[in-house]
DNA sequence: TTGAAAGCGCTACCAA
DNA sequence: TTGGTAGCGCTTTCAA
């Protein structure tokens, strides 16, 4: 079976093809009489323009294209999901690429879908690009007047939109949660130390010791790159040596769950003398046991912001000021922090 | 700044477009030294197609339509990077819709991509599609010439390439194998009992019950349905008081977990006095503490099979038979299963 | 109120 | 070896 077009309309309903596009259009142009018939007729044999003709007409796709580096993380699924979501409720659809932290596919991909096939893009950087500072690509796709909005991981040489989260706070309120809570000596665990996320935790734990008035203690910092999570046991162990741990802010889950593991061999008590939060939150903290409390960086929520900043910007014909989002971080208490009593 | 097309090309070079169309095609119609100077130009202005302009002249787009029911589940995210890798490398791009499990959303995003958006698709039922057995929008699509490939949740009416797995089967043996270990009152919960994967698993607890001549006690079976994992334990509660059960076999992690939860809250030893293995291999089964053996079911492969089957269809002139592809399952043993000695 | 024609960017057929 | 033209499906301007 064919699609139906509006040349087969035309011929059936015996008129022009205009005034098959008009009448379809609800243009007033077209009679009353003729247009209902026509919009029947469409109707009756299920027509459906044809959008790539739509597109090469309009030179608008109507499409999104994602640049993620990777999607098996749980983050990265949420904002896909507030992307996708957001998109479809302003009839956008989304052409999803994984960059596999990959510099060239990102470029590579970047070009491909610069040619007609979306209206702009909405990325995360790859790994390799963030290390590389190497984003002349971005550019140009802007000057060829494809939008990008960037999240989480950013350039921030490119003048473009942005949705980020300040992680340096994150870590700042996370440790004087810990403190708070009664902890003295709080360890901070990455295997990501490469990255600019765990970089600003980094100093944002550091922050957090100095502004309680916290030694740092190099004995609780495992600083360091592991690339597989079979390492992370191993890499925490020399934390546990030292004899005075007795909490955690890991900048991932994974990481975290290794040092409770560790914590519960050594039989002490979690929360009641090791406490832990982990950064993001995702599907393992939920389901760990003791539930991981966490830093929730609200993935869905950023998706769906980078996603109306950049349809904002397809759909306003006047240039637009450069828009940066924050989106606020919060901690979501499990059962890996002893709660805080409110003091009055 | 505007995207160079053949017409700017033509203009600059001296040439008509379709020379320049020929030439970039390195058509031997076209002198070799025409041939290399409109060569050397469009590759220094940068000149990509427009891929709008291809797909609508080629009515083809070199675009796959996804319809996936969730995304922030890992087994689809597995399958999604499976398709989205194989995709790639026969140079094919991706458009990603979630379904939500909505049957409405579903047959209208199905509609929306079939015209002129995607050459077709794969295809994973939404749950409420299951429910209703209503499949009609696929017959259309099909009939309209758009190959539909599914994985997982198929329709046994459609007539498409599948990509499936032997769930029944892979209960079986995961009851052997915890017989084998040992185990003689091997539970059985499900928190989807309404969902297809679930019945097929149970089919196959009981047939691996018979096969080893175990009795099916009923006490030892929660087939029910439970929407959010916070309902699990009280669900699970029941086979623990009825004091027989050594093992359990679960239709997700997260239930699995659960259980594990609450027999090491009785004292139990995992995996010496309770065994238990989680259907489908996820990140929780990776990262629970004992970590959880499971059965995977290779999803990244399906995504992979799933397209080459797809684009093999697309790419070859000829009518092809319809394939089933079984995707085996395997047991990934972990902590909280007893290793079984090879009896020779 | 309706329709013819041009054009979005590209390819392919046919003529020169 | 090169170029003109038609056409993919649609919208839009202008003429009838």
């Known amino acids: 079976m064919k699609k139906t077009t509006l040349k087969d309309i035309a011929k059936q309903c015996n008129?022009?093809?205009s005034t098959v596009s008009k009448?379809?259009?609800?243009?007033?142009?077209?009679?009353?009489?003729?247009?209902?018939?026509?919009q029947e007729y469409a109707r009756s044999v299920n027509y459906k323009p044809n959008l790539?003709?739509?597109?090469l007409k309009n030179s608008r796709t109507r499409t999104i294209g994602i640049l993620i580096p990777d999607m098996l993380n749980y983050f990265h699924a949420q904002v896909l999901k507030g992307i996708e979501k957001t998109a479809i409720e302003h009839n956008y659809k989304v052409i999803i690429c994984i960059t596999n932290d990959s510099f060239s596919k990102e470029k590579e991909t970047l070009e491909m879908l610069s040619n007609g096939s979306v209206d702009g893009f909405i990325v995360s950087l790859a790994e390799e690009t963030e290390l590389k500072q190497d984003v002349g690509h971005f550019s140009k796709t802007i000057d060829f007047n494809l939008p990008v909005v960037m999240f989480d991981r950013v350039a921030n040489e490119i003048m473009c939109d942005?949705?980020?989260?300040n992680n340096f706070e994150a870590a700042k309120i996370a440790v004087k949660q810990l403190v708070n809570s009664g902890c003295k000596s709080i360890a901070f665990a990455s295997a990501i130390s490469h990255l600019k996320v765990s970089q600003d935790l980094y100093r944002g734990y550091k922050e957090g010791l100095l502004e309680t008035?916290?030694?740092?203690n190099d004995a609780l910092i495992v600083n360091t790159r592991v690339d597989h999570y079979s390492g992370y046991e191993s890499m925490l162990q020399p934390l546990f040596e030292q004899g005075s741990i007795d909490a955690i802010l890991a900048t991932n889950e994974e990481v975290a769950l290794a040092a409770m593991k560790i914590a519960l061999r050594k039989g002490m008590k979690i929360p009641e003398n090791f406490s832990a939060i982990g950064f993001t939150n995702g599907v393992l903290a939920r389901h760990s046991n003791p539930r991981l409390s966490t830093i929730s960086q609200h993935g869905e929520i950023m998706g769906a912001t980078a996603t109306s900043l950049l349809i904002n910007r397809l759909e306003s014909d006047n240039e637009q000021p450069i828009k940066i989002k924050l989106i606020e971080t919060h901690i979501v208490e499990r059962d890996t922090t002893i709660p805080v009593k409110v003091s009055s």
Chains 1, 2 share one sequence.
């Open 52 to 55: 790539n003709a739509l597109s």
């Open 23 to 38: 009448a379809l259009n609800n243009s007033d142009e077209i009679s009353e009489e003729t247009r209902f018939k026509i």
């Open 15 to 17: 008129v022009s093809i």
């Open 213 to 216: 008035g916290l030694i740092i």
């Open 162 to 165: 942005k949705v980020i989260t």
